[in-house]
């Protein structure tokens, strides 16, 4: 019986998001907006709920009079990444491949 | 941007997010390159000064083209933040940042030092070990083997010219260890992010 994959990461934008962050100290919301090709209000809108699940640190200042959103993810996120990695190997292993 | 996400796509995804963040590598190289000949040039007309005039300022080109490289960074470094303000900030970045602050502490607590105490034949092989450091460690930390190269030539050539002497051999050596550690690795590294852009 397989582990159900986290809903909250098994999302193409999250998931996306999530995968930028890991490697990075901290990111700009053009930066995620640039990488991932998503809108603006619906980045917005996955980076909040990432937010909600304590995946993720959402800063907001200002540079220069405009509003910048600066984005950590946070341990909690990273466990929840790696445990959803360990959960994604099951579903493609080899020996889970459909047998002809 | 949600149809059809299954588990291969999920790790496509993820292998493609993991490699856009990558991908972002800043050129480095204008501030190896612009030290590196600074260096290069000050240490040549030094020891051309020394070895074929009788002028008593043979340290004039360090004097004077030094504190030219220090505001000519500072311009630089505040043009390229507004021009390209940071989106990004990777771990690989952020520590590099405390090698150079290191560095330069190291450069002027040496610089500042030494000859005030009359130490002058330390004076090179002491820079060039910490020329040495920071090639080796920033060489290590960008994945770039040319630069940690660089470092070991310094370090060599800072082992040789503690038994030397002579003020020229001492300059000819520093010349040595930009050339092979700064402009070389330099040109090497936009090379090298020419062709991943």
């Known amino acids: ?100 | 941007m949600e149809k059809e996400f299954n588990e291969k796509n999920a790790l496509q995804l993820i292998e493609q997010m993991i490699g856009k963040a990558k991908e972002d590598i800043q050129d480095k190289s204008f501030f190896f390159l612009f030290w590196g000949y600074l260096v290069f040039v000050a240490a040549l007309t030094n020891w051309f000064l020394l070895e074929f005039t009788d002028f008593t300022y043979h340290s004039l080109p360090w004097l004077v083209l030094m504190p030219l490289g220090g505001i000519v960074t500072m311009i630089v470094s505040v043009r390229e933040k507004k021009i390209q303000p940071v989106k990004v900030k990777s771990y690989v970045n952020e520590n590099l940042k405390f090698v150079i602050q290191a560095f330069c502490i190291a450069m002027f607590t040496v610089c500042f030092c030494m000859p005030a105490s009359g130490q002058w034949q330390a004076f090179y092989p002491s820079i060039m070990i910490i020329y040495g450091i920071w090639l080796y460690v920033s060489g290590g930390m960008l994945q770039f083997k040319p630069l940690m190269y660089g470092g070991i030539l310094n370090f060599l050539l800072a082992g040789a010219t503690y038994f030397s002497s002579t003020h020229q051999l001492h300059l000819l050596s520093i010349a040595v260890g930009v050339l092979g550690g700064y402009i070389i690795p330099g040109h090497l590294l936009k090379a090298k992010y020419n062709k991943s852009v």
């Open chain 1, 1 to 100: 019986m397989f582990k159900e994959l986290n809903p909250i990461l098994h999302s193409q934008l999250r998931l996306a998001i999530i995968s930028l962050l890991i490697g990075v100290k901290e990111a700009d919301f053009t930066f995620l907006k640039e990488k991932t090709s998503a809108t603006a209000g619906n980045l917005s809108v996955q980076l909040n709920k990432l937010k909600e699940a304590g995946y993720i640190e959402l800063e907001k200042t200002f540079k220069n009079n405009y509003p910048l959103t600066t984005c950590r993810i946070t341990p909690t996120g990273i466990k929840a990444f790696e445990e959803y990695i360990q959960t994604l190997k099951q579903y493609i292993s080899p020996e889970n491949e459909p047998k002809n």
